[in-house]
Each structure stands twice: as C-alpha cells, then as structure tokens.
C-alpha cells in the first residue's frame, strides 16, 4: 500500500493498483463528526468529515465495504469477515507488489510512465535521501542526499580557492530598509519573500524579512570594507539556505521553500577582470 509498517489506514487505498486490497469500514464511523487518521505517515494524522473519505474514495476509484462491527457474524460466515460473495483468489504474480524488499525496484509502488510524480516521490523516499516535513515546501535531507551536498562543496571549494576566494557567512535575516533600499534588484522576489513579524507574543518593531538571496545584505558591507582600488579584488564565497515562499506546487530537490545553495559575489577594479571571474566562475558549475 506505499507506506510503511504502522502507517496503514483507510487512505492507503489509493496505492492498491492490482485491486487486491478490500478497505471495510465501521458503520459507526461513518455518524462521526470527523474521521481521523494517517496520511500513509504514522507522525502526523488528518482529520476528515466522513462525506470527505467517501469523496476521496469515489475520486480514487474505490469502494468500501461498510460493515457494523458490533453485530453478530451472519450464520455460517467466518468471524470478522464481510458477507457476501467470497471473491475469486487471484493468481499469484511475481510483481513488484509482491516482491521482497531489496529484490527489485526498491518496492517501488509506481511506474515512472505511468505516474512520474509519485514514482519520483516513491524514488527519493525509499532512497533514504528525503524524509517529509510538516510544512510543506520544507523536508529532511537524509545523509544520503546531504553526502552529495558535502562532496559537491568539498569540490568546489577547492577550486574556489585556486581563484583567490575565500568562504564567509552573512545573517540570514534582512531588514525592510535594506530591502527597500534595494528594491529594483528585489523585485522579482518580492511574492516569495517571508517576514518575521512577532518575537515570542509580542510583535517586532520592524518587519524583518528572511533571505530569499543575499545582495541586499552583502553588498553593505562591501560599501564599507572597499575604500580605494588598493581593497580590490574582493571575492567571497557563502554556502547558507534561503527561503522563498510563495509558490503552490512544491517538488523536493527542485523546487522547495527554504533550500541550500552557493552564491559567489565579487568586486573588481576592472570589467575585463570582472568578465574572466564570471567566465572562470561559470567553467566551474559546467
């Protein structure tokens, strides 16, 4: 059912492609207000109306068997199994639903032609390289994946250095003046950009926004450390995450609200010799 030991519920049902899977329910349930459980994740549960499962189960192409689980068995029936017609044993196939773990695919669940966002979901999940999070946008780099992160900035950053730059780390939080000061370059983030409005109960003074890129932070300082040709060239390399927040369609690794990242910014006393930095800078990410 794509999800692991402990994290079964009626929700899973969407995973049973083979149709091999009968979902009962208590009738009981079904006069409830609200109807929790987990979302194919035991660490976190959703709660729904029950016209919103019976929704959700039409919408996947589904039907359960709504049972009274407080009535006596039917004459003759097996004990807590549903009445009616027993439904033909299928015969069994060497699939991937039915193939042990580590034997073929991962367990994959789905096809990459049939459905490339759940496979690549099945993918980076079963990999160990992605766990989910409770905010969406925002998920746990398992050591697998950040090991790739680690060993493309243990590349780098020797050959950064071979170029005369040197790493440093700016704040993470940016001012409104600062982003209005440099509100041309900021523009095109402005929908994305968060604000931290409230310290502890009380709200800040100011507004004071999370970096979704750091020129407005950088280049301040830049002002105040470059007095004369003599402080060029500076070149200065900074691995940090940055946040940018408004988007509907997140996808780990491509497309996520905070990610990691790399930005190089240097000053140079000529453009020839800011055009071969680019060029060299450029040679590298190729």
Known sequence: ???????????????????????????????????HSHPLRNDVSVGLTPEALQEYLTKAGKEASILDFTADPPAGGDKGKPAGKKPEKKPQQSNKKTAKKGETLLALQWKKSENFAMWYSDVIVLSEMISYYDISGCYILRP???????????????????????NAYF???????????????VEGFSPEVAWVTKSGSGDLAKPIAVRPTSETVMYPAFSDWIK??????????????????????PTPFLRTREFLWQEGHTAHSSLKEADEMVMDALGLYK
């Not at 004369?228 to 369609?249: G, I």
């Open 228 to 249: 004369s040709h003599r402080d060029l060239p500076l070149k200065l390399n900074q691995w940090c995450n940055v946040v940018r927040w408004e988007f509907k369609d």
């Open 144 to 166: 697998w994946s950040y090991k790739i992160w680690e060993l493309v900035q243990e590349w780098f950053n020797v050959e950064i250095r071979k170029l005369g730059v040197d």
């Open 171 to 185: 704040p993470m939080f940016v001012s409104k003046d600062r982003l209005e000061t440099e509100k041309d370059h």
């Open 1 to 35: 059912l794509g999800c692991k030991k402990g994290c079964v519920g009626p929700l899973a049902i969407v995973n049973d492609t083979e149709g091999v899977v009968t979902l009962v329910l208590d009738q009981a349930l079904l006069s409830k207000k609200h109807i």
